[in-house]
């Protein structure tokens, strides 16, 4: 006999007093989490995080968990925790004009370099099986290789402009040295 485990008569609907996420202190719980958080993206990502009752639901959130737990043993210089939220950052470079302020360059420049690591981290695992969880969770991270190398190519580390930016810089560049 096969189980369908997602037939909703596995899983009879319960109700809850509308306080059950504090009588049972997952609220405590989300804020001991948000305040582990480094970016925005993970605090947004764990207000969000849903009181689950389903029992495969659950079980898929701990194998996640797991996936996460040894992926941060093998690579513990590339955390995701660390990632950033820059949508409101990349919609405004098509705005002709707007430059963006040095801290705000150095967190697109961070996030782009980021995502770019962690996914060829991903991309080159040994056993991408153990980790078809964490996988599928980062297919919406940042990949603009393009804007990457063109922030790269035009500034350094610091935000300051390259003197070989632009083929007129780099004529400048030559003539004033």
């Keep these: 006999m096969v189980i369908n485990l997602k037939s909703p008569d596995l899983y009879p609907m319960k109700t809850y007093p509308e306080t059950i996420v504090e009588l049972l202190e997952f609220d405590k719980v989300r804020s001991m989490l948000i305040d582990h958080c480094v970016g925005l993206a993970g605090k947004k990502g764990i207000e969000k995080l849903p009181f689950l009752t389903n029992a495969e639901q659950i079980r898929y959130q701990l194998e996640l968990v797991a996936e996460w737990e040894l992926l941060s043993r093998l690579y513990p210089d590339c955390r995701i925790f660390q990632y950033a939220e820059i949508d409101s950052l990349k919609k405004v470079l098509h705005i002709e004009g707007y430059v963006y302020e040095v801290e705000e360059f150095l967190l697109v420049r961070s996030v782009l370099e980021f995502s770019s690591r962690f996914l ?54 030559r003539y004033y040295l």
């Design 120 to 173: 060829s981290i991903l991309n080159k695992l040994e056993e991408p099986e153990k980790f078809k969880g964490v996988i599928e969770e980062c297919k919406p991270l940042e990949k603009d290789e393009d804007l990457l190398s063109r922030l790269t190519n035009t500034f350094d580390q610091d935000g300051s402009i390259l003197p070989d930016a632009s083929p007129e810089l780099k004529k400048l560049h």
